[in-house]
C-alpha cells in the first residue's frame, strides 16, 4: 500500500524531549544522577548532529539550485522531493512557484512530485488543491496521479471519502488500474469489511493477465474471514484464487479452520484438493476430523 508520510525525516525539534526530560528530572531532586548527567548529553549530541546533518543538506541543496539551468528541467523536481524530504514546506512552494514561472505546462510527473512532496509533508489540504489544478489541465488523465489520493484517503482510514473520491475519478473519465482496485481491496481490509475486499480482490485479478501473487496479503484476508467464520466469503476467496493459479495447502487449511469456527462441516474436501493438486499435511487430517463431528453444510452454489 501507497503510506502519504512516505519516508519524509522528522522535524529535529522533537529528538531533544529526552534531554529535557532527564533536565527535569534531576532539577526536581535538586541534582543530576550521573547517569541522567549522561544521557542528557547523549540526547544533545544526538540532536546537535542531526541538526549539523540537516544544516550540511540544505547547503548542498542551495548548491545544488545554483546550477540548475533552464534545461535541466527535472531538477526541479528532484529538488522538490528532496526539500520535502527534509520537510522544508516553504522551499517546495518556493520552487514549485519559480518552476511554474519558467516553464509554460507543468507535466504529469511534475504533479506527481509536488503531490507526493506535499503527502510527505501531512499537507493533504495542499496536495488536493494541486490534484485539483492538475484534473482540470490534463489531458492525459493519469490513474497513478489519481492513486495518490486515494492511497492518502486510505491511509487516513477515511473510506467513505475513498469512495467518494474514486466516485469522482470515474466521473472525470480516469480509468481505475490494477493499483487502484487493490488500494481499495486494502483499504477495506482494515476495516475488515470482507464482502467489499472479495469485490475488489476479483477486480484486482481480473485487470491483469497473470496475477503476480502475494502471498501475505492473502493471509491476511483469509486471518480475516477465518474470525469470522464466514463460510461463504472464504469459498467466494478460495474460488477467485483458484482462477489466479494461486491454491496450496496453507489456503485450505485455512478454508477449513474458517468452517471449524462455523461450526459446520465441509464435504468432499479431500476430491477438491485432489482436483486442485493439493496435498493434504498433518493439520489438514487434525482439521477434516474435527469439522467431521459438525453439522454438514453444501459447498455455496457456484464456488466448488
Known sequence: MVNTRYNGVRPVAHVNAPAEESAARGRGRGRESPHLQKESLESSSLLECLRSLQDKANSTLREMEKRISRKDRTAYASLINLHANLQNKDEVFRIWKEMKSIFRKVNDTEYSCIILSLLKLDEFGEAMNMYT??????????????????????????????????????????????????????????????????????????????????????????????????????????????????????????????????????MIVAERMKKDNVKMDEETQKLIGITSKMTVTKVPNGVA
Open 133 to 266: 489544478e492538475w484534473e482540470a489541465v490534463s489531458v492525459t488523465k493519469d490513474t497513478r496521479i489519481a492513486n495518490l489520493i486515494l492511497a492518502a484517503y486510505i491511509y487516513k482510514n477515511e473510506m467513505e471519502k475513498t469512495v467518494d473520491f474514486h466516485n469522482r475519478m470515474m466521473q472525470k473519465g480516469i480509468s481505475p488500474s490494477y493499483t487502484t482496485w487493490e488500494l481499495l481491496m486494502r483499504g477495506y481490509l482494515k476495516q475488515k469489511e470482507m464482502d467489499e475486499v472479495l469485490k475488489f480482490f476479483k477486480k484486482t485479478v481480473m485487470s491483469v493477465s497473470k496475477w503476480d501473487s502475494d502471498a501475505k496479503m492473502v493471509r491476511e484476508m483469509l486471518h480475516v474471514i477465518e474470525e469470522q467464520g464466514d463460510i461463504q466469503v472464504a469459498e467466494e476467496l478460495l474460488f477467485t484464487l483458484r482462477h489466479a493459479k494461486y491454491v496450496n495447502t496453507e489456503i485450505y487449511n485455512a478454508l477449513l479452520r474458517t468452517y471449524v469456527n462455523a461450526g459446520k462441516m465441509l
